[in-house]
């Protein structure tokens, strides 16, 4: 074949290969599979990089290395590569014919002789040779054919796997649209405000029609009894009939209203995301093989294999490089990349080192909806922006965050990309090698012009890039164009890497050699590889805010509020566009603050226009509360109460709140100031933790009233408030698990007299329930978002508590409803879920001959109520067991396949679903008949499945309406006869309902049913168990002590229900009446088992620490005054301890009769429903009196909670039983008021404890002496005269025991040896300044406000007049050990107080300044003026010879000004709010220098006119200032 076997097809050329210099022209495929010469492809090439193909017209785009990016056709590539083999081929085949023809004949002859000589073993070995290549042929060929057909199988397979997971993720990305849609859906109720003006013409209308009903009534009434006319005024409904219609007078614009909103597909944005989200990942090396976008396509992945060589085609679309937009770029070969084969962390680390020191190979942008900025600092922005598009893009564990490196205000800052880090390194690095060379100093000679790029150092030995902005030369002051270097005096740079400004100033003495210290200069390689670098700082702006003063603009506030918020951490950058080049944006700081929301928040900017609630999902709420069962008696307590119709509750029931309550303060109290909880913009709904009253609550955010001021409601309680956002926490995903406690209510059948309620009743109201326990009884099912009607008892202990609701009405101050509710019809209902369920059951049960073929929508009891087969669907208690007729499931599943048939493709209609209503509910894929309970705010229901008993959550978009013929239920709601609940209670315990629920729910059971016309339906149980036997669950539950037999009295037992008169089908009530009465029987002999004989050992001793002294948790006193104590280590191991022993008893064991006497180790449930382990002292009755032997505490518990076995052995007591040291109780023992002040004084507390001594029995009690609050518990008995120094104590050391009470009784004390009690200190004497209006020398020791200061009279040589204070103070700070602690603490009581330096000052006390968690003073340091608050620790008795020292400071105030009348500074002084902080800061430059005083008045407060050196007033500066008023009343 010649090189001319194929041709173009647009010139007719034919295909060349190249060929030394010459390039050929080869054939190149496009993206549509046509084929053309290279050169024609150059002549079609388009300047946007866009070849159209002559052909099918469809367009292919060109990478940056245009016509020659494209691929080669190897098939024609190939038939030109073997014509010309074939051609070559040819000429040397001829000739070494003709050599064959010229050569002799002799040489033929001989060379045939050599042939035959030679050929047998020659042929042999040629066969051998054959016969093997035949075989490696074949093998070969199988081996081909084999793996082709292996790779078209797995290339199908995994074809198909790809393309069905693309499906399913198109899929779900369906669903997200259609929830977005529902979302949508749900907004639109904001379009009825539009129509406001309509509605109020409407409302108009129906006031006009209800007016002219009323008069038209009337009017009949009168013509028909013409007497009733004079109870009316005839004239007035005479002129309201003739009242004409004006239609004009209506507004009837409102029907060619517009609301003007629109729904817009965002095309672009939407493609972008798919680019983003929408992907084919390598899971190996999570490298991204493939991007799949919804444009045409035009991405190709190629891989070729030639050695370690890998080409990756990829899909560009550069916006701001001109003609390269649209084009396939190749990237370079991958075999500069590390290998792959071996770690693939580190060729993904290594790839992105590459990626960022060149950019300009892996940059993968997307077509940008900005402006495309011209100039070169856009471009490099815009670029570098795309860059981290890309890398966010195509590694998925790349974070886009960046960190902010200047700030000038909200509106101007510059940020650095995270990503850029090792890049800014690398330039730093080739910065500062440069500028070390001295090639980069500057010469008398070298220029410097504006814009020029130098380097600058800045700090730490750094080079930073700097252009240059201003350039002053010597001698002027005005900016010139260029100068030399040697005449520069003042320069500023914009670092382009940081994104600040900086001046710098030459010294006209030193010149260029002081230029060459912080200035350096690029040569021309340099600085053209410095232009290849594009800037790090990228400047920012916070899109649509703007100050909150337009007139001042943005304040310094805002500034450091946003340098405090952001700091130097990563923050993450959401980019909303460019304008004039700068970006648009909004940072947000983890987890979600939003920088623009929080200062609008904090009110140092405000948007400048109205924004669009943000596309983000719903803030995460509450669980609604769990409303009461209807006509159910619930115990519960009012939380608050605003009016009789509003009003919480919480039920008693959940005990789960009290250890939420206590969780939260263990997990919010220690973390008060902790910033990383703290919620700087909280938004509407959003929940949270608040403080009230020092405790931690939940709440929700109801409403913002300004100020920084939030207001919230307590969800537990219902009372709201308003409070500072500083005391709001974010609340962790833990405490969402319970609902919402406080339950809104309203009390039913009452209402106020007029249109409000009274105070009177208010008040009443809630003096009738204050810190009370009442009966709750729901009257109604309700949604959440409305208050459930109740009735309110009073609990008494004859069960006789009087309704809340009669006593209002009582009194006068309601009026009572229930006429207007007598007047109704009655209701049907007889159960909460199903109200025509009685009805249409006694219909079911009279009319036994139906059809059978006939659907039955509602259950039939069967004729004969002996052994039903049932099947248990729910199960609340024994007294509430929901069960199905296994004969009934033919009629179940017809029912689901009609509602499927309906309802399974239709869409969800809009409609508004209210409690009561039935429903056909799509619950897991199945639709089934329900019955709506309530609709939460959140478009989310509580449905009761009909056919099943249970309630379940489901979306308003999976209901559908349910056909009226379809309403009823296969249910019956059942309760277990014969028992009663355990433990004397009322309701049936938790464990009783877990255990009976976890053992019947989905079983099939065989029941009998007592008697059917009560509800619940009595009945009687039986199941099998695991052995296959049928037992009785009534027995079941009696065995395991969770219920009783019931007791029947003998009127009980004459009115019971006859099964054979149901079977036989007699008349049940004529055989009750025709009974005659009977004696009541005689109960038969009760034979009780004898008690069961167990014995168990007590637990091991408890190990004693060794003596001397240690830190000890008190957890129990008992009544005989044992202290028992706990180290660090046992406490937790009591933790530990508690978790294994609930591994060990998993349930309540089952009850026996014990004899307990032999029992001294046992397992106690506690009130907490955990087991711990206990000791037996006593058995009283049914209880058992039992020491918990880990803890202390001794409490009296039921038979059933006791269980007599030893568990974990080998953990020793965990607390030490203690005895206090060197102390004899009074009397026989220790009273019940000194145990109460010990457990007062100790209880829960971490106290010092010295250990005296062991005792000789392990399990006795150790002697201690216990310190609490720096005194001695032994002294705090004593003191308190409970109990007196014992006699081997007392010479020891004595005490100061208050004087007995006088009393009429001889008491013979011994008073030897007391001290005098010590004298009471009086208060200090004040210094008295000069009088008669003489000038003297002052100094000010203290400023309280600008116009409040204590100050000090100096000396002649100006110096105070202090040294015998001082002296005396040294002394007393040499011997501080024998100063002795404060112990009393009245108002002005002098004391010394230790200050920060550790030494201690005169001062004197002012109050208390904290209570809990320590008692701190507030005391002031009488000789400088200052306050402190400290501990008691830190207060000693004053030594008397310090008091009569004057004091050092004296409070005067400061004539001649006042606090300004207008304050228009921000930020003011907390305890003096007339003051700003600046005129503070202000006032207090100003004091410093010298001072002279005046006394101007004494009465009724010391006043002072104060001058400086000059003479002239002090505060004159701070009035010109506008920082403070003047004084005209001297």
């Given at each position: 074949m010649s090189d001319s076997a194929d041709v173009c097809n647009i010139c007719g050329s034919a295909y060349t290969l190249p060929e030394d210099e010459d390039l050929g022209n080869l054939p190149r495929v496009l993206l549509c599979t046509h084929i053309f010469c290279t050169t024609c492809l150059r002549a079609l090439e388009s300047p946007q990089n866009v070849i159209t193909c002559t052909e099918c017209e469809i367009e292919t785009s060109l990478c940056e290395d245009g016509v020659d990016g494209l691929d080669v056709d190897s098939r024609i590539v190939g038939l030109i590569y073997t014509a010309r083999m074939n051609t070559k081929k040819g000429h040397s085949g001829g000739r070494w014919k003709s050599q064959m023809v010229k050569s002799p004949a002799s040489t033929a002859t001989v060379y045939t002789q050599e042939i035959a000589e030679v050929r047998p073993d020659k042929c042999k070995v040629l066969d051998e040779a054959l016969t093997k290549a035949t075989e490696n042929l074949n093998k070969l060929d199988s081996l081909y054919q084999t793996l082709v057909n292996g790779l078209q199988a797995q290339l199908r397979k995994e074809r198909s796997r790809i393309i069905r997971e693309i499906d399913d993720a198109v899929d779900k990305a369906k669903s997200i649209l259609l929830k977005r849609r529902s979302l949508l859906l749900s907004k639109l109720s904001a379009v009825d405000l539009l129509f406001s003006a309509g509605q109020k013409e409407c409302k108009r209308i129906e006031e006009r029609v209800k007016e002219l009903r009323t008069a038209i009534q009337k009017a009949r009434h009168v013509r028909q009894v013409p007497s009733l006319g004079t109870y009316c005024n005839l004239d007035e409904i005479l002129e309201t009939l003739h009242i004409p219609v004006d239609i004009e007078s209506y507004d009837m614009s409102s029907l060619s209203l517009r609301s003007g909103l629109s729904c817009s597909?965002?095309?672009?944005?939407?493609?972008?995301?798919?680019?983003?989200?929408?992907?084919?990942?390598?899971?190996?090396?999570?490298?991204?093989?493939?991007?799949?976008?919804?444009?045409?396509?035009?991405?190709?992945?190629?891989?070729?294999?030639?050695?370690?060589?890998?080409?990756?085609?990829?899909?560009?679309?550069?916006?701001?490089?001109?003609?390269?937009?649209?084009?396939?770029?190749?990237?370079?070969?991958?075999?500069?990349?590390?290998?792959?084969?071996?770690?693939?962390?580190?060729?993904?680390?290594?790839?992105?080192?590459?990626?960022?020191?060149?950019?300009?190979?892996?940059?993968?942008?997307?077509?940008?909806?900005?402006?495309?900025?011209?100039?070169?600092?856009?471009?490099?922005?815009?670029?570098?922006?795309?860059?981290?598009?890309?890398?966010?893009?195509?590694?998925?564990?790349?974070?886009?965050?960046?960190?902010?490196?200047?700030?000038?205000?909200?509106?101007?800052?510059?940020?650095?990309?995270?990503?850029?880090?090792?890049?800014?390194?690398?330039?730093?690095?080739?910065?500062?090698?440069?500028?070390?060379?001295?090639?980069?100093?500057?010469?008398?000679?070298?220029?410097?012009?504006?814009?020029?790029?130098?380097?600058?150092?800045?700090?730490?030995?750094?080079?930073?890039?700097?252009?240059?902005?201003?350039?002053?030369?010597?001698?002027?002051?005005?900016?010139?164009?260029?100068?030399?270097?040697?005449?520069?005096?003042?320069?500023?740079?914009?670092f382009l890497d940081h994104g600040f400004s900086k001046g710098l100033t030459i010294p006209?003495?030193?010149?260029?050699?002081?230029?060459?210290?912080?200035?350096?200069?690029?040569?021309?390689?340099?600085?053209?590889?410095?232009?290849?670098?594009?800037?790090?700082?990228?400047?920012?702006?916070?899109?649509?805010?703007?100050?909150?003063?337009?007139?001042?603009?943005?304040?310094?506030?805002?500034?450091?509020?946003?340098?405090?918020?952001?700091?130097?951490?990563?923050?993450?950058?959401?980019?909303?566009?460019?304008?004039?080049?700068?970006?648009?944006?909004?940072?947000?700081?983890?987890?979600?603050?939003?920088?623009?929301?929080?200062?609008?928040?904090?009110?140092?900017?405000?948007?400048?226009?109205?924004?669009?609630?943000?596309?983000?999902?719903?803030?995460?709420?509450?669980?609604?509360?769990?409303?009461?069962?209807?006509?159910?008696?619930?115990?519960a307590v009012l939380s608050h109460v605003n009016t009789p119709s509003d009003f919480y509750v919480q039920l008693v029931e959940n005990m789960e709140y009290l250890?939420?309550?206590?969780?939260?303060?263990?997990?919010?109290?220690?973390?008060?100031?902790?910033?990383?909880?703290?919620?700087?913009?909280?938004?509407?709904?959003?929940?949270?933790?608040?403080?009230?009253?020092?405790?931690?609550?939940?709440?929700?955010?109801?409403?913002?009233?300004?100020?920084?001021?939030?207001?919230?409601?307590?969800?537990?309680?219902?009372?709201?408030?308003?409070?500072?956002?500083?005391?709001?926490?974010q609340i962790k995903d833990e405490f969402f698990a319970l609902p919402e406690m406080g339950v809104w209510c309203t009390l039913a059948d009452v209402s106020s007299l007029e249109d409000v309620w009274s105070d009177e009743a208010c008040k009443e109201l809630k003096e009738l329930v204050e810190n009370k326990l009442v009966t709750v009884v729901a009257k109604k099912l309700v949604p959440v978002t409305r208050p459930v009607p109740v009735c309110l008892f009073e609990i008494t202990d004859d069960g006789t508590g009087a309704s809340i609701g009669e006593l209002l009405v009582g009194k006068g101050l309601a009026v009572s409803s229930k006429r207007a509710l007598v007047k109704d019809p009655p209701s049907l209902e007889t159960t909460v879920w199903d109200p025509p369920f009685e009805e249409e059951l006694h219909v079911e049960m009279t009319s036994v001959s139906r059809d059978s073929e006939e659907l039955k929508p509602?259950?039939?009891?069967?004729?004969?109520?002996?052994?039903?087969?049932?099947?248990?669907?729910?199960?609340?208690?024994?007294?509430?067991?929901?069960?199905?007729?296994?004969?009934n499931d033919c009629h179940l599943n017809r029912i689901h396949d009609i509602l499927k048939n309906l309802h399974s493709k239709s869409e969800p209609q809009e409609m508004e679903w209210e409690g009561e209503m039935f429903c056909a509910a799509n619950n897991t894929g199945v639709w089934e008949r329900g019955k709506v309970c309530s609709v939460s705010s959140s478009s989310v229901a509580e449905v009761l499945r009909c056919d099943f008993g249970n309630m379940v959550n489901l979306s308003v978009n999976n209901l559908r309406p349910l056909r009226p013929d379809l309403i009823g239920s296969y249910l019956l709601e059942c309760n277990l006869s014969g028992i009663r609940p355990a433990g004397g209670r009322s309701t049936w315990t938790a464990t009783a309902c877990e255990t009976i629920s976890q053992f019947l729910t989905g079983a099939t059971a065989i029941m009998t049913i007592k008697d059917p016309t009560v509800r619940p339906v009595m009945i009687s149980l039986f199941c099998s168990n695991r052995a296959g036997q049928n037992i009785s669950i009534t027995d079941f539950l009696i065995s395991e002590g969770l219920a009783l037999k019931e007791r029947k009295d003998a009127s009980l037992s004459q009115k019971a229900f006859s099964e054979e008169c149901v079977l036989n089908g007699e008349n049940t009530e004529s055989q009750r009446t025709e009974t005659p009465p009977q004696s009541p029987p005689i109960p038969s002999p009760r034979f009780n088992p004898p008690p069961e004989s167990v014995k168990t050992h007590a637990y091991p001793p408890p190990d004693l620490p060794p003596c001397g002294h240690t830190v000890m948790s008190i957890s129990a006193i008992?009544?005989?005054?044992?202290?028992?104590?706990?180290?660090?280590?046992?406490?937790?191991?009591?933790?530990?301890?508690?978790?294994?022993?609930?591994?060990?008893?998993?349930?309540?064991?089952?009850?026996?009769?014990?004899?307990?006497?032999?029992?001294?180790?046992?397992?106690?449930?506690?009130?907490?429903?955990?087991?711990?382990?206990?000791?037996?002292?006593?058995?009283?009755?049914?209880?058992?009196?039992?020491?918990?032997?880990?803890?202390?505490?001794?409490?009296?518990?039921?038979?059933?909670?006791?269980?007599?076995?030893?568990?974990?052995?080998?953990?020793?007591?965990?607390?030490?039983?203690?005895?206090?040291?060197g102390v004899i109780p009074i009397g026989k023992g220790w009273q019940l008021d000194a145990v109460m002040l010990m457990k007062e004084l100790l209880l829960g507390r971490s106290v010092n404890v010295h250990i005296m001594e062991h005792p000789e029995d392990p399990r006795g009690c150790v002697t201690v002496e216990i310190t609490v609050d720096g005194m001695a518990l032994s002294k705090i008995m004593v003191h308190h005269q409970y109990a007196t120094m014992g006699p081997d104590f007392k010479s020891q050391e004595e005490y100061v025991v208050k004087p007995p009470i006088p009393d009429l009784d001889d008491w013979d004390i011994n008073t030897e040896g007391l001290k005098e009690p010590q004298p009471v200190l009086g208060v200090y004497t004040q210094f008295k300044l000069p009088d008669g209006k003489k000038h003297f020398s002052a100094k000010v020791k203290h400023i309280r406000s600008p116009n409040e200061v204590f100050l000090c009279v100096l000396d002649a040589t100006g110096n105070q007049q202090e040294g015998s204070l001082q002296d005396a103070l040294e002394c007393v700070n040499d011997n501080t050990g024998n100063l002795s602690l404060l112990t009393d603490f009245p108002i002005d009581f002098p004391c010394l107080a230790e200050y920060s330096d550790g030494k201690y000052y005169r001062a004197k006390l002012l109050g208390f300044s904290d209570l809990a968690p320590t008692l701190k003073l507030l005391v002031r340091h009488v000789d400088f003026g200052s306050d402190d608050s400290l501990p008691v620790q830190k207060l000693r008795q004053l030594p008397s010879h310090l008091l009569h020292i004057p004091c050092g400071a004296v409070y005067v105030r400061l004539a001649g000004f006042k606090p300004p009348r207008m304050n228009t500074e921000q930020e003011l002084i907390p305890y003096c709010p007339q003051w700003s902080m600046k005129a503070m800061l202000e006032m207090i430059d100003l004091l410093n220098g010298e001072l002279t005083a005046v006394v101007i008045s004494t009465e009724p407060q010391l006043t002072v006119l104060l001058y400086n050196a000059d003479g002239s007033l002090v505060h004159t500066p701070l009035v010109e200032k506008g920082l403070a008023d003047y004084d005209r009343q001297l």
């Amino acid at each position: 074949m010649s090189d001319s076997a194929d041709v173009c097809n647009i010139c007719g050329s034919a295909y060349t290969l190249p060929e030394d210099e010459d390039l050929g022209n080869l054939p190149r495929v496009l993206l549509c599979t046509h084929i053309f010469c290279t050169t024609c492809l150059r002549a079609l090439e388009s300047p946007q990089n866009v070849i159209t193909c002559t052909e099918c017209e469809i367009e292919t785009s060109l990478c940056e290395d245009g016509v020659d990016g494209l691929d080669v056709d190897s098939r024609i590539v190939g038939l030109i590569y073997t014509a010309r083999m074939n051609t070559k081929k040819g000429h040397s085949g001829g000739r070494w014919k003709s050599q064959m023809v010229k050569s002799p004949a002799s040489t033929a002859t001989v060379y045939t002789q050599e042939i035959a000589e030679v050929r047998p073993d020659k042929c042999k070995v040629l066969d051998e040779a054959l016969t093997k290549a035949t075989e490696n042929l074949n093998k070969l060929d199988s081996l081909y054919q084999t793996l082709v057909n292996g790779l078209q199988a797995q290339l199908r397979k995994e074809r198909s796997r790809i393309i069905r997971e693309i499906d399913d993720a198109v899929d779900k990305a369906k669903s997200i649209l259609l929830k977005r849609r529902s979302l949508l859906l749900s907004k639109l109720s904001a379009v009825d405000l539009l129509f406001s003006a309509g509605q109020k013409e409407c409302k108009r209308i129906e006031e006009r029609v209800k007016e002219l009903r009323t008069a038209i009534q009337k009017a009949r009434h009168v013509r028909q009894v013409p007497s009733l006319g004079t109870y009316c005024n005839l004239d007035e409904i005479l002129e309201t009939l003739h009242i004409p219609v004006d239609i004009e007078s209506y507004d009837m614009s409102s029907l060619s209203l517009r609301s003007g909103l629109s729904c817009s597909l965002q095309v672009d944005s939407l493609t972008e995301c798919f680019k983003n989200y929408l992907k084919i990942i390598n899971k190996d090396d999570d490298l991204i093989l493939e991007k799949i976008t919804v444009e045409p396509f035009q991405c190709q992945v190629k891989s070729e294999e030639s050695g370690n060589r890998v080409e990756v085609w990829d899909n560009l679309s550069l916006g701001a490089m001109g003609r390269n937009d649209t084009k396939l770029k190749k990237t370079r070969p991958q075999k500069e990349f590390p290998e792959r084969k071996a770690d693939t962390g580190k060729f993904i680390t290594d790839v992105m080192e590459y990626t960022d020191a060149c950019p300009e190979m892996v940059e993968t942008g997307h077509r940008t909806l900005l402006p495309q900025p011209r100039h070169k600092d856009k471009h490099w922005m815009h670029r570098r922006h795309r860059k981290l598009d890309k890398s966010s893009t195509s590694h998925p564990k790349l974070v886009h965050y960046v960190m902010v490196s200047h700030i000038e205000n909200p509106g101007n800052f510059h940020v650095r990309y995270m990503t850029e880090h090792k890049s800014a390194h690398k330039l730093t690095q080739k910065i500062n090698a440069f500028c070390s060379e001295e090639s980069s100093l500057f010469t008398f000679s070298d220029e410097i012009k504006i814009d020029s790029l130098l380097f600058v150092w800045w700090k730490m030995d750094t080079w930073c890039r700097g252009k240059v902005t201003e350039l002053c030369q010597k001698g002027s002051i005005e900016n010139v164009p260029k100068c030399l270097a040697s005449e520069v005096s003042r320069l500023c740079f914009f670092f382009l890497d940081h994104g600040f400004s900086k001046g710098l100033t030459i010294p006209s003495d030193k010149g260029l050699c002081k230029l060459n210290e912080c200035v350096r200069k690029p040569d021309a390689v340099v600085l053209a590889e410095m232009n290849a670098w594009i800037p790090m700082a990228i400047k920012c702006s916070l899109k649509d805010i703007i100050p909150s003063d337009l007139v001042r603009g943005w304040s310094t506030e805002a500034s450091d509020e946003m340098r405090s918020l952001l700091g130097s951490k990563a923050v993450e950058m959401l980019v909303f566009g460019d304008e004039g080049g700068t970006l648009l944006v909004d940072l947000k700081k983890a987890p979600m603050v939003s920088l623009r929301e929080h200062l609008v928040f904090m009110e140092l900017a405000r948007f400048y226009c109205p924004r669009a609630a943000p596309g983000s999902s719903k803030p995460l709420l509450f669980y609604p509360p769990v409303h009461p069962k209807r006509d159910v008696e619930v115990n519960a307590v009012l939380s608050h109460v605003n009016t009789p119709s509003d009003f919480y509750v919480q039920l008693v029931e959940n005990m789960e709140y009290l250890l939420l309550h206590s969780k939260l303060q263990d997990c919010y109290g220690p973390l008060a100031a902790d910033s990383e909880l703290q919620i700087y913009c909280p938004s509407l709904s959003q929940a949270c933790v608040a403080r009230y009253d020092q405790e931690w609550y939940r709440a929700q955010v109801t409403g913002f009233p300004g100020g920084r001021m939030i207001d919230v409601r307590y969800v537990d309680f219902g009372y709201k408030n308003t409070l500072s956002v500083k005391d709001l926490r974010q609340i962790k995903d833990e405490f969402f698990a319970l609902p919402e406690m406080g339950v809104w209510c309203t009390l039913a059948d009452v209402s106020s007299l007029e249109d409000v309620w009274s105070d009177e009743a208010c008040k009443e109201l809630k003096e009738l329930v204050e810190n009370k326990l009442v009966t709750v009884v729901a009257k109604k099912l309700v949604p959440v978002t409305r208050p459930v009607p109740v009735c309110l008892f009073e609990i008494t202990d004859d069960g006789t508590g009087a309704s809340i609701g009669e006593l209002l009405v009582g009194k006068g101050l309601a009026v009572s409803s229930k006429r207007a509710l007598v007047k109704d019809p009655p209701s049907l209902e007889t159960t909460v879920w199903d109200p025509p369920f009685e009805e249409e059951l006694h219909v079911e049960m009279t009319s036994v001959s139906r059809d059978s073929e006939e659907l039955k929508p509602t259950l039939t009891l069967p004729t004969c109520l002996k052994d039903i087969r049932v099947r248990v669907t729910h199960v609340t208690s024994p007294g509430s067991i929901c069960v199905q007729l296994l004969q009934n499931d033919c009629h179940l599943n017809r029912i689901h396949d009609i509602l499927k048939n309906l309802h399974s493709k239709s869409e969800p209609q809009e409609m508004e679903w209210e409690g009561e209503m039935f429903c056909a509910a799509n619950n897991t894929g199945v639709w089934e008949r329900g019955k709506v309970c309530s609709v939460s705010s959140s478009s989310v229901a509580e449905v009761l499945r009909c056919d099943f008993g249970n309630m379940v959550n489901l979306s308003v978009n999976n209901l559908r309406p349910l056909r009226p013929d379809l309403i009823g239920s296969y249910l019956l709601e059942c309760n277990l006869s014969g028992i009663r609940p355990a433990g004397g209670r009322s309701t049936w315990t938790a464990t009783a309902c877990e255990t009976i629920s976890q053992f019947l729910t989905g079983a099939t059971a065989i029941m009998t049913i007592k008697d059917p016309t009560v509800r619940p339906v009595m009945i009687s149980l039986f199941c099998s168990n695991r052995a296959g036997q049928n037992i009785s669950i009534t027995d079941f539950l009696i065995s395991e002590g969770l219920a009783l037999k019931e007791r029947k009295d003998a009127s009980l037992s004459q009115k019971a229900f006859s099964e054979e008169c149901v079977l036989n089908g007699e008349n049940t009530e004529s055989q009750r009446t025709e009974t005659p009465p009977q004696s009541p029987p005689i109960p038969s002999p009760r034979f009780n088992p004898p008690p069961e004989s167990v014995k168990t050992h007590a637990y091991p001793p408890p190990d004693l620490p060794p003596c001397g002294h240690t830190v000890m948790s008190i957890s129990a006193i008992s009544d005989q005054g044992v202290i028992y104590a706990m180290m660090h280590e046992a406490v937790c191991e009591f933790d530990r301890l508690r978790d294994r022993l609930q591994q060990h008893i998993k349930t309540l064991p089952r009850q026996k009769n014990y004899k307990w006497k032999g029992v001294l180790g046992c397992a106690v449930m506690g009130t907490d429903m955990y087991w711990y382990r206990g000791h037996v002292l006593e058995v009283i009755g049914g209880h058992v009196k039992v020491r918990y032997v880990d803890q202390g505490l001794v409490e009296s518990i039921p038979v059933c909670h006791v269980y007599p076995v030893v568990l974990c052995e080998d953990v020793a007591q965990l607390c030490i039983p203690c005895q206090i040291y060197g102390v004899i109780p009074i009397g026989k023992g220790w009273q019940l008021d000194a145990v109460m002040l010990m457990k007062e004084l100790l209880l829960g507390r971490s106290v010092n404890v010295h250990i005296m001594e062991h005792p000789e029995d392990p399990r006795g009690c150790v002697t201690v002496e216990i310190t609490v609050d720096g005194m001695a518990l032994s002294k705090i008995m004593v003191h308190h005269q409970y109990a007196t120094m014992g006699p081997d104590f007392k010479s020891q050391e004595e005490y100061v025991v208050k004087p007995p009470i006088p009393d009429l009784d001889d008491w013979d004390i011994n008073t030897e040896g007391l001290k005098e009690p010590q004298p009471v200190l009086g208060v200090y004497t004040q210094f008295k300044l000069p009088d008669g209006k003489k000038h003297f020398s002052a100094k000010v020791k203290h400023i309280r406000s600008p116009n409040e200061v204590f100050l000090c009279v100096l000396d002649a040589t100006g110096n105070q007049q202090e040294g015998s204070l001082q002296d005396a103070l040294e002394c007393v700070n040499d011997n501080t050990g024998n100063l002795s602690l404060l112990t009393d603490f009245p108002i002005d009581f002098p004391c010394l107080a230790e200050y920060s330096d550790g030494k201690y000052y005169r001062a004197k006390l002012l109050g208390f300044s904290d209570l809990a968690p320590t008692l701190k003073l507030l005391v002031r340091h009488v000789d400088f003026g200052s306050d402190d608050s400290l501990p008691v620790q830190k207060l000693r008795q004053l030594p008397s010879h310090l008091l009569h020292i004057p004091c050092g400071a004296v409070y005067v105030r400061l004539a001649g000004f006042k606090p300004p009348r207008m304050n228009t500074e921000q930020e003011l002084i907390p305890y003096c709010p007339q003051w700003s902080m600046k005129a503070m800061l202000e006032m207090i430059d100003l004091l410093n220098g010298e001072l002279t005083a005046v006394v101007i008045s004494t009465e009724p407060q010391l006043t002072v006119l104060l001058y400086n050196a000059d003479g002239s007033l002090v505060h004159t500066p701070l009035v010109e200032k506008g920082l403070a008023d003047y004084d005209r009343q001297l």
